[in-house]
Nanobody
Framework: QVQLVESGGALVQPGESLRLSCVVS????????MGWYRQVPGKQREMVAY???????YYGKPMKGRVTISRDDAKNMAHLQIDNVTPGDTAVYYC??????????WGQGTQVTVSS
């Protein structure tokens, strides 16, 4: 059974930093694209960042310049570093696994709340 479990979400103050982690079990992330998305109630889920199997990263406009995505294939994990958070970053953040032969899998999400 494939599982993606996110962690690291928290209540933080504007300007602080946060590191989200996603651990994958039941399948290897080698050769997969790993991504982070976020969603607020009533809005569509949007892409924050994704990283391809060769380590090339892509960033969505909303958080570009403040986030860094990374992967650790040996530990079957992906991470998202968020710097200088703003209240607009409040959302549930989801981890996503994509590999053509295996399909797409999502985690259950981790809540990030930015408030002073």
């Amino acid at each position: 059974q494939v599982q993606l479990v996110e962690s690291g979400g928290a209540l933080v103050q504007p300007g602080e930093s946060l590191r989200l982690s996603c651990v994958v079990s039941g399948i290897s992330i080698v050769d997969a694209t790993m991504g982070w998305y976020r969603q607020v109630p009533g809005k569509q889920r949007e892409m924050v960042a994704y990283i391809t199997r060769d380590g090339t990263s892509y960033y969505g406009k909303p958080m570009k310049g403040r986030v860094t995505i990374s992967r650790d294939d040996a530990k079957n994990m992906a991470h998202l570093q968020i710097d200088n958070v703003t209240p607009g970053d409040t959302a549930v953040y989801y981890c996503r696994f994509d590999r053509a032969v295996d399909g797409t899998y999502w985690g259950q999400g981790t809540q990030v709340t930015v408030s002073s």
